[in-house]
DNA sequence: TTGTTTGTTTGCGCTGGCGCAAAGACAGTG
DNA sequence: CACTGTCTTTGCGCCAGCGCAAACAAACAA
């Protein structure tokens, strides 16, 4: 359980690493598979969960079929806060993508925490925020952009979250296939598949099996802005 | 000013009517004609503001013309929660639809009022949460529901919010053109007019020049969910 | 090795719904 | 009243991108 430094967006910004620390310890940590349901939407929100190591990928689906990726969740992130509120489902479906440590609290020791450490206020509703600010860019895009480009925004804010750089390339550094791009995109499998068939001809990206690297960000983010 | 009785999704809900009132003392009010911009995307984030009669409508605009309507906030309702933070932007604008009166509070105010009353913070994340999620449900059926579904849910979703009954009826209380509309639904102007059209003629609905009446909400809840 | 599973690519045809254009309806003003 | 600006309706043509189908490729197991 790593201690000190953490970051702006983290629930435990603000805190020393000995708060932090004591604040995890009345939790319930698991370590989770890769692929692992955490909750499910629709079920009554229990718990709300820290993302220590590893990834979330929060997802709701419609009747029949096709599914939204709604956000990843990576480390110092929380999920599911709607169960700070008394009576209320998970809104969405949350899933490991690689192994996963989390830590977990109920609605009565949640609402404790919080009430020792107002500070902790600030960052959930900072965290909100910043996630309705990102939807609401999203919704307009997906109204208003055609399809290339939001799939070159998705990359690329994706790159943002978890790229990792290597020389001048920035590879993203877990698994995600077609259809998880799709998903997170708006569009479909093969209209993804076309598109980064297209860029990978002009060298603006790599791809393997359910593994992306972005060669030329700088190409990308061009095409993403104009065109 | 009304004191008492705030409700459920209120910013002061559970609060006394004194403790409502003294908070409201503390910010500044003001009275707004019908479209007056109370705020512009894209300004620094500089007051909170609380819908205490009238409705404002939060927008967000693509470059060259596409806007999309992200949501009508009523009495109760906070807009640009987002300036409790340090050095931000609100993400939207802001423009009142009919006469509305608000109530603003600068960052420093809003964080001392936080402080002494926590209750406050539960009711901004309530109001975040509940936010994310109609948001997130609007994105899923944005990418997911064909534009006529869409445009009724849009209608359902508005008329829960701002309807009033009369006789079988269901009123929409405020002026909202074609555009309007589809700007809320992600579609265009002529497709939000030849779906009205076609549903005045089967009965669903009535409607005026930027008025809207639910004839048979029933019939509507049916097509929305089924086809 | 072979077989199985899971993911990816690409050709091809179809259509939902966008958006222009032009006419019509309504509200407000002087 | 006529005049002006704003909102609405409808016909029509077009195309982005969806989705089937079928082949292909990679990963893993036995």
Known sequence: MDKAGYQLTDFLHGLSGKQGDEII?????????AQTVLFHEGD????????LKGRLKLGKVHELGKEVLIRYIGPGELAAMITVL??????VTAETVGETRVVGWDRRT??????????????MIR???????DLQSRYL??????????????????????????????????????????????TT???VSRTLSAWEKKGWVKSKRARIIIADPHALVLFSEKG
């Open 127 to 133: 965290n909100s925020m910043d996630r309705l600010e």
């Open 25 to 33: 310890r009345r939790g319930t940590t698991r370590d989770l598979k």
């Open 86 to 91: 008394e009576g209320r489902d998970y809104p």
């Open 110 to 123: 949640m609402l404790q925490i919080m009430a020792e450490c107002p500070q902790l206020s600030i960052n």
């Open 189 to 191: 499998l093969y209209t």
């Open 44 to 51: 009554p929100a229990r718990q709300t969960y820290l993302v």
């Open 141 to 186: 895009e997906l109204h208003a952009e055609q399809v290339e480009k939001r799939i070159a925004r998705s990359l690329l804010r994706i790159m943002k979250q978890s790229g990792r750089r290597s020389g001048d390339e920035i590879i993203i550094d877990f698994p995600i296939s077609r259809q998880e791009l799709a998903d997170y995109t708006g």
